[in-house]
């Protein structure tokens, strides 16, 4: 229930061209698919919890965006928003997720013994692997919009659930309003603390609101199985370890999942899925799989190679600085992790990834022994 | 439905008749404490005890109020446009606050929030305006520049002055709560009213979201661009949702008069200029009022207004007149003095730096204004700043002679 859009109904008693937001400078998916019709068909409805098209918009009407990055521009705040909102969230799914259709279906596999090699990315390159996901708790709304007391019972069950894993993933919790000094201060070390979201984006969208009550980390005592509990989604998941075994992280990524899922389902709250969209969460973007699976990996050569930016879009993957999205790369270390999310099972991103970072490494050495790559360039995936 | 556009309807026609009998304060009884409805119950999953916030590491009016009891006995109620508890104690939540400072932690979204939600909001207007009790007290409105008495400081000392105040438009929800389309007339109905204004108080509207480069420049470089709000406690109360759509700035051209729209409050109205002339800001000030005031109610429009809490504005501390009254003033010695801040208190004054809020004071010249908004009017106010200013003067010059100073004796607050 962000602030300022009060009872819907009231709203109704202005015409459609008094309320519809100025977007005139714009660039975000929501931006270009939102017309006065769309508008005008959609801004009566509500999901059952109360959550509207102003609702769903509020984020991208206040972040113009940028002439270069094109964001999404509108959130759900519930699992009904992809059902009630469709005329405006499916062809802004399909522009995100490259003409993906109302009527196509999504493959979920998370069985990692289907995945092919993976352990053998070379140490000297691949520095670190990792992957990510997100989950969202079946019949309760999401972070955009749920309240104090919604929030704090998806923390309660998470953590009811998180604490119940033994063997590799035998862990804690950390709530993060009752954190200790000492924690805190290790759990930056280790990379793992998440701070309140000052991005705009977020915090227009209302996921902020009240922080940090209801919000936490948890992670297992070997440091390699990490939950956020109530950031930008209800769960999210990551699995990582330095060095290049992705098949061993994708692996515990898998089981993890798996493990944490049956707790849920046996307490009658399973995660969001449908075989349309995959997994649901707060962000279109993330539908799907809502898997980044990527690694560090040194390419002073490569990165510095004409055809760089074409080999990654043949290869579906994506680069990005060692700090995260937005950030240079430092000393040739890239972040390489797959682009797409929705479409394709998880089995099949993390594949692309594995494949395409061990042909990237191969071409690297090329390079530095001063020999040409053109022959290795691949065909589009 | 029972909203505030039947109250509208209705008003506007007896407004008709009362603006010939003239006289802002004759708007008051349009808005009686009349019971006003609530809207519909909200839905809710979990008890009152599940949702009420985590307050303990918070320091600001809000929280020192919001007991459980009051949060069970308000959470479920909503204003006629369907405002929430929840969303008016949004901000304070979000802003824990600071150990020295405290804010006040929660906003209204309409007029009438402080009603329905009078039960958390009276005793914290009592906190943050000084014992003010608003369920017994009447605040009184006084316009009549008339009264002010020396209002011309020594410009040795005194650099520049400058009253502001503002106003919300009965009918329509306040920054936190308005949508789109209640915000665009808000500026509709506020711009349009000024392009009546003539003689010294004719101008010019800048809308932010049409305004050229080189009208930005000249407002920047004039100061009186205002920019999106950056404040979590602005932020978090909603009151930039839609940036820059129906925001604007209207001046005159003699750039003497200011009014801000859409920013904190529906409008913000400033009188300003250079030097020691308090007097004529303040005449200018109360003349400007009235003119957009009349223009508004020949349109069928009004200020929110009651005898209880005066001018009604987004946030809670800025009720009553909602004014603030200052001027820039020399005072390298006095303000050394270890005695300063204690003249300032009795003097009901309190001091900023040349940069506005919580900035240092630049080569002694200090900005100082009243403490006060709520349960003195205008005039009091404003010659409460006059005098206060005054003997500051007195004892800067004093010091400089190398005389002694005395603390004055502390100022009643409630007249």
């Not at chain 1, 940090?212 to 980390?217: A, E, Q, S, V, Y």
């Not at chain 1, 879009?313 to 430092?330: C, E, I, M, N, Y």
């Not at chain 2, 040795?156 to 209640?182: F, K, N, Q």
């Not at chain 2, 003097?347 to 919580?358: A, E, F, N, P, S």
Request: hydrophobic share 35%.
């Amino acid at each position: 229930m962000p602030f300022g859009n009060t009872h819907n109904n009231f709203k109704l008693n202005y015409k459609v061209e008094e309320e519809f937001p100025d977007l005139s400078k714009h660039n975000n998916h929501m931006a270009k698919v939102l017309t006065k019709e769309i508008y005008g068909k959609l801004r009566d409805k509500q999901t059952p919890s109360g959550y509207t098209l102003d609702d769903v918009i509020q984020t991208g009407v206040d972040n113009p965006g940028h002439p270069f990055i094109m964001t999404v521009g509108c959130v759900a705040g519930d699992e009904e928003s992809y059902e009630v909102f469709k005329d405006l969230l499916d062809p802004v799914i399909s522009d995100r997720h490259g003409g993906y259709k109302p009527t196509d279906k999504h493959k979920t596999d998370l069985n990692f013994e289907n995945l092919k090699g993976g352990d053998d990315l070379d140490p000297n390159y691949v520095l670190s692997s990792r992957v990510r996901t997100g989950r969202s708790i079946k019949g309760y709304t999401l972070p955009p919009h749920n309240s104090r007391g919604e929030r704090r019972a998806i923390e309660k069950l998470a953590v009811e659930a998180l604490t119940s894993l033994d063997g590799e993933f035998k862990g804690k919790y950390y709530p993060l309003k009752s954190m200790t000094d000492a924690e805190q201060e290790q759990l930056i070390s280790d990379h793992f603390l998440f701070d309140k979201p000052v991005s705009p984006l977020l915090t227009c969208a209302g996921m902020a609101r009240d922080w940090p009550d209801g919000r936490g980390i948890w992670h297992n005592d070997n440091k390699t199985f990490l939950v956020w509990v109530n950031e930008e989604d209800h769960l999210r998941v990551i699995s990582m370890q330095k060095g290049g075994n992705m098949r061993e992280v994708f692996r515990r990524f898998c089981v993890g999942l798996q493990k944490i899922e049956e707790i849920f389902k046996k307490h009658n709250h399973g995660f969001m899925w449908n075989e349309h969209l995959g997994y649901i969460l707060t962000c279109p973007s993330n539908l799907g799989t809502g898997l980044r699976g990527g690694v560090h990996v040194k390419l002073p050569k490569l990165s510095t190679h004409p055809k760089f930016e074409e080999i990654l879009t043949r290869l579906r993957l994506q680069k990005r600085g060692t700090g995260g999205v937005d950030t240079a790369s430092v000393g040739g270390v890239f972040d390489i992790s797959n682009a797409d999310r929705l479409g394709s099972s998880e089995v099949e991103q993390v594949q692309l990834v594995v494949d395409g970072v061990k042909l990237m490494v191969e071409m690297e050495k090329k390079l530095e022994k001063g020999e040409a790559i053109d022959g290795m360039i691949p065909a589009q995936k | 439905m029972a909203s505030s556009f039947t109250r509208i309807l209705s008003s506007k026609r007896n407004v008709g008749i009362l603006s010939l009998v003239g006289g802002s304060v004759a708007a008051g009884f349009l808005l009686h404490r009349e019971h006003v409805t609530a809207g519909e119950p909200l839905r809710r999953r979990y008890p009152a005890s599940a949702e009420y916030p985590d307050l303990r590491k918070h320091n600001n009016c809000m929280a020192s109020n919001l007991t459980p009891a009051i949060y069970a006995k308000l959470c479920d109620k909503a204003t006629p446009n369907g405002y929430t508890l929840d969303q008016a104690i949004q901000t304070g939540v979000d802003n824990p606050g600071h150990p020295f400072i405290k804010t006040v932690g929660l906003v209204a979204g309409d007029e009438e929030s402080y009603e329905v939600f009078a039960d958390l909001l009276d005793p914290v207007i009592k906190e943050r305006h000084n014992g003010y009790d608003p369920r017994v007290m009447k605040h009184p409105t006084d316009l009549n520049a008339t009264k002010i008495q020396s209002g011309v400081f020594d410009e040795r000392y005194v650099l520049s002055s400058r009253v502001r105040t503002g106003r919300s438009i009965r009918g329509l929800s306040l920054p936190p709560a308005c949508t789109r389309a209640e915000r665009r007339e808000v500026e509709r109905v506020v711009v349009d009213a000024l392009s009546g204004l003539k003689g010294d108080l004719a101008g010019k509207y800048y809308s932010l979201t049409l305004m050229t480069e080189q009208e930005q420049q000249q407002l920047i470089d004039d100061h009186f661009l205002f920019d999106k709000p950056v404040s979590p406690l602005l932020t978090c109360a909603g009151m930039a949702r839609d940036w820059p759509d129906a925001r604007g700035i209207w001046h005159n051209n003699e750039k003497t008069f200011l009014i801000w729209i859409n920013e904190e409050d529906h409008t913000r109205v400033i009188s300003m200029e250079k030097g020691g002339n308090m007097k004529r800001v303040f005449e200018r000030f109360c003349r400007g009022l009235k003119e957009v005031e009349r223009l508004i109610q020949e349109r069928g429009w009004e200020f929110m207004w009651n005898e209880r809490l005066g001018y009604i504005l987004t946030c809670p501390s800025n009720l009553g007149t909602g004014l603030r009254a200052g001027v820039h003033v020399k005072l390298p010695r006095l303000g050394k003095d270890p005695r300063f801040s204690k003249i300032l208190d009795n003097l009901r004054l309190q001091k900023r730096g040349t940069g506005g809020v919580d900035t240092a004071a630049v080569g002694g010249v200090f900005d100082i204004s009243n403490l006060d908004r709520l349960g003195q009017s205008e005039v009091q106010l404003v010659q409460t700043v006059i005098d206060g200013v005054n003997y500051l003067i007195e004892c800067e010059k004093r010091l400089e002679k190398g005389q002694d100073i005395k603390v004055p004796a502390p100022l009643k607050q409630f007249k």
